[in-house]
């Protein structure tokens, strides 16, 4: 009995075991909002159908991301930090930074607007009238792009956000929506992810549109010389493919059957200047 | 309430339209922990029973190990296998990361102590007189072990309702390990998190109930075989 247990147990091992040679697995490091709203689900069969190749996606926070990809633990970075992305290209642990897309972050909150921030045109303001009123704010506190986003404008809001007033949720975009809506409180969020969950909560966008609130996603490959065993053709064949003509386009339509608006706006081809 | 209402309709719907993704999610599921529990069974029920009969100084000292290993958290679990199956890892070069593989690895690691626990305990239960007579009776050491084995098998099926229990309901691990890669690595557990993560509140709630089904389903079947042994 024990035995015919154990051959099959052996032998489930054996089928379950990756079968492909390591050249055609490309790793790819990316953050949770490229994963929840769905844009992965539909970019990666393309990729897999058009070159062969097999994605396996960590989806983790952008700070995470690029710290994995550092270590030569993945072949490619589909990230949204851009401070962070330039320190690890300036290290040369990253290299050939090309931006792919951007959407935009939304300052929301509950509706009686205790901080009175409604329709302010700068964020940063809208923060400082928040600190100032101690009125409650969720941050992700995870490293994740948008933490490392609102991170900046405390910062050039001369601010350190500190208190009873500042909570931290240590979670992704959802769960933190989901602790914002329940304490009545201010957040930043990813336009996607807010759109996703407009059943859910009721928490109106208070400050938009200001150039600090741009998120940009941008690819890039992992240096060879980061760590072992990085495939290096295979990273670079995902990050071709992201910024190619007929990817970009697929990002341009994607989430209009399901929001009515598109969640990224394509930008293969610019630079950081031509978005300032 | 409304809501798990929903979450039941939807797990029904699911199942029933016989939803691809869904059903290869529960399979990966069980398979990946069935494998894990029997070979935990298969290192958990030697060291266990070893560990039983044996006397020699700092077994104490190893049996706190063990019974500290039965409540070892999958997330720290997942953190040293991700850890050492990294491409700069001591396992590196079998790039096992993110595959089912490594998922059965870290499960393994978490159902092997409670299946050593357990044997532990289900060996030391059959009185002590019982094995003097059987060497008294002329049994070889090897027939002595085999039939204190037989003896204590009822109380064993729980240990591999307890192994199965506890490592095709830990997403700690699994998430690290395996990544949560759609089509690859993708488990009920992890499933779960994602769609919450997503706000697919109803399709989270679906496959939990899923799991929850799967997991008596297994039940039921391993305390039949107990009962009906039993009786």
């Known amino acids: 009995m024990l035995a015919r247990l154990l051959l099959v147990a052996l032998c489930s091992v054996w089928l379950t075991a990756p079968a492909q040679a390591q050249s055609t697995n490309v790793i790819l490091s990316t953050t949770t909002s490229t994963q929840d709203s769905g844009l992965l689900d539909v970019l990666v069969p393309m990729f897999e159908k058009k070159t062969g190749m097999s994605v396996k996606t960590v989806s983790v926070g952008t700070g995470q991301a690029l710290a994995l990809a550092a270590r030569g633990e993945a072949d490619v970075a589909l990230v949204h930090a851009p401070s962070l992305e330039r320190k690890y290209v300036d290290e040369g642990k990253m290299q050939n930074r090309r931006l792919v897309m951007y959407n935009d972050f939304i300052i929301i909150g509950p509706e009686d607007d205790p901080a009175k921030i409604k329709g302010m045109p700068r964020a940063v303001d809208a923060l400082k009238r928040i600190a100032e009123t101690q009125s409650r704010f969720v941050s992700r506190g995870d490293k994740s792009g948008t933490h490392l986003l609102e991170l900046g404008l405390w910062k050039q809001a001369g601010i350190e956000p500190k208190g009873t007033w500042y909570i931290e949720s240590g979670q992704g975009m959802g769960q933190t929506l989901g602790v914002a809506n329940e304490r009545r409180a201010y957040t930043i969020a990813d336009r996607g992810t807010w759109l996703a969950f407009q059943k859910r909560i009721n928490l109106p966008i208070l400050v938009e549109k200001d150039k600090p609130l741009l998120n940009i996603y941008s690819v890039m490959e992992v240096n060879p010389a980061s760590g072992p065993r990085v495939n290096v053709a295979g990273g670079k064949a995902f990050a071709d493919f992201m910024v190619s003509p007929e990817t970009q386009a697929a990002i341009r339509a994607f989430g209009v059957d399901k929001f009515g608006q598109a969640l990224f706006v394509p930008i293969a081809g610019k630079t950081d200047a031509d978005l300032q | ?231």
């Open chain 2, 1 to 231: 309430m409304e809501l798990i209402g929903q979450g039941v309709f939807e797990a029904v719907r699911l199942l029933l339209a016989g939803d691809r993704e869904v059903w290869s999610v529960t399979w990966l599921s069980l398979r990946i922990s069935a494998t894990a529990t029997l070979l935990a069974l298969a290192c958990g029920i030697p060291l266990g029973t070893a560990l039983a009969l044996s006397r020699f100084t700092g077994r104490g000292f190893l049996i706190s190990l063990v019974n500290t290993g039965m409540g070892l958290p999958p997330v720290v679990v997942g953190l040293f296998v991700t850890i050492v199956l990294w491409r700069s890892g001591v396992l590196g070069f079998l790039e096992l990361l993110y595959t089912p593989t490594a998922m059965i690895l870290a499960q393994l690691v978490i159902a092997a102590p409670i299946v050593i626990g357990l044997t532990l305990a289900a060996m030391q239960q059959i009185p002590d007189k019982f094995r003097l007579q059987l060497l008294a009776l002329g049994a070889s050491r090897r027939q002595m072990v085999w039939t204190l084995l037989k003896e204590a098998r009822l109380p064993m099926l729980a240990a591999v309702m307890a192994g199965f229990g506890a490592v095709i309901s830990e997403v700690g691990a699994s998430l690290m390990v395996g990544g949560n890669i759609k089509g690859s690595t993708r488990v009920l557990t992890t499933a779960t998190v994602l769609e919450t993560s997503k706000g697919n509140f109803d399709v989270a709630i679906a496959l939990s109930l899923i799991l929850l089904v799967l997991m008596f389903l297994v039940n039921w079947a391993l305390t039949w075989i107990q009962q009906r042994r039993a009786g």
